[in-house]
């Protein structure tokens, strides 16, 4: 699992990657990777998958304010 800090509309990992969300479904890594969100469901264009159960993702993560414990908590917000 991978820390993340979130500002505004940009995710920043502990390795450097970025998550930028592009409106409220769509948001792009620095990697190249699309996610889109609908409703508590995200899904990545490498295959991941996502859903939001309270502050806790399917993948274990979870999201205390700004810091998200790995990658499925940082869609858990309105801001990311």
Do not use: C
């Amino acid at each position: 699992m991978s820390f993340w800090n979130i500002f505004g509309n940009m995710a920043v990992s502990e390795e450097g990657k970025t998550i930028q969300k592009i409106s409220d479904s769509f948001s792009i890594s620095s990697d190249g990777v699309t996610y889109t969100t609908l409703g508590s469901f995200t899904t990545g264009s490498d295959g991941s998958s996502f859903t939001k159960m309270g502050s806790f993702s399917s993948d274990g993560s979870t999201r205390i304010g700004n810091t998200a414990t790995g990658l499925g908590a940082v869609f858990n917000d309105d801001e990311i």
